[in-house]
């Protein structure tokens, strides 16, 4: 089974604080991407990753940067968190086998800025 | 630009009634449609991956089906145990090929 955990399930940050959200997968998936859910406004791509070190703006990268040096590890940086990045993050690995790149999510992190 | 509507955005069963949610695309060649099972406060659970006009899935209660421009997720006698947010996402030819867009979900609650 896909495997992908987030080191959060809850996070509560000040505005203005750096924040780090981690990702892991161990299926050896070439891809590797960062949504963030709100209510009402579905799923949006923030930031993928199609290899180590290579990175792609999503949807709404404005306030985000990632991290990818090893393979299974992607980390989304907020830079100075504000109130308006409160939201569920969720991150996805895909594979490029298999032709149809099936998005495997992981559980989440609840982040509150306050 | 891919474009996924949902509808209908919520819909409450009684256990046993069986119903269809949709999901209409527009989309530049179709490299797959996804659907997505999302319980409250988690991350999406994959369910089913359709490709071409025609072609069916199934697991347990559920079935999914494609046309050129919606897919429909049959949900038969369903338990209280399925409700949940459910998803539905493409992936076309156009732009990024990883890209998924994805649709805002249904919203199903079945009662006991």
């Known amino acids: 089974d896909v495997k992908v955990t987030q080191s959060s399930r809850y996070l509560v940050k000040r505005t203005g604080e750096k924040v780090f959200l981690e990702c892991v997968q161990d299926m050896d998936h070439e891809n590797m991407f960062w949504y963030r859910q709100d209510p009402g406004l579905g799923l949006r791509l923030i930031y993928f990753?199609?290899?180590?070190?290579?990175?792609e703006k999503g949807d709404i990268p404005e306030g985000y940067s990632v991290s990818r040096e090893k393979k299974e590890r992607f980390s989304l940086i907020l830079e100075s968190a504000s109130t308006n990045q409160t939201s569920m993050y969720l991150c996805?690995?895909?594979?490029?086998?298999?032709?149809?790149?099936?998005?495997?999510f992981g559980p989440g992190t609840r982040l509150t800025v306050l | 630009e891919d474009q996924v509507t949902q509808s209908p955005e919520a819909l409450r069963l009684q256990e046993g009634e069986s119903s269809s949610l949709n999901c209409s695309y527009t989309v530049s060649g179709l490299r797959g449609l996804f659907w997505y099972r999302q319980d409250p406060g988690k991350g999406p659970e994959f369910l089913f991956t359709l490709y071409s006009a025609g072609e069916e899935k199934e697991k347990e209660r559920l079935k999914a089906t494609l046309t050129k421009k919606e897919s429909f997720l049959h949900i038969t006698a369903p338990k209280p145990e399925d409700s949940a947010t459910y998803l539905c996402?493409?992936?076309?030819?156009?732009?990024?090929?990883?890209?998924?867009?994805f649709g805002k979900g249904t919203l199903l609650t079945v009662n006991p």
């Open positions: 996805a690995s895909s594979s490029l086998s298999g032709g149809l790149n099936t998005q495997y």
């Open positions: 990753s199609y290899d180590v070190k290579m990175k």
């Open positions: 996402a493409v992936r076309g030819s156009g732009g990024s090929n990883y890209k998924l867009t």
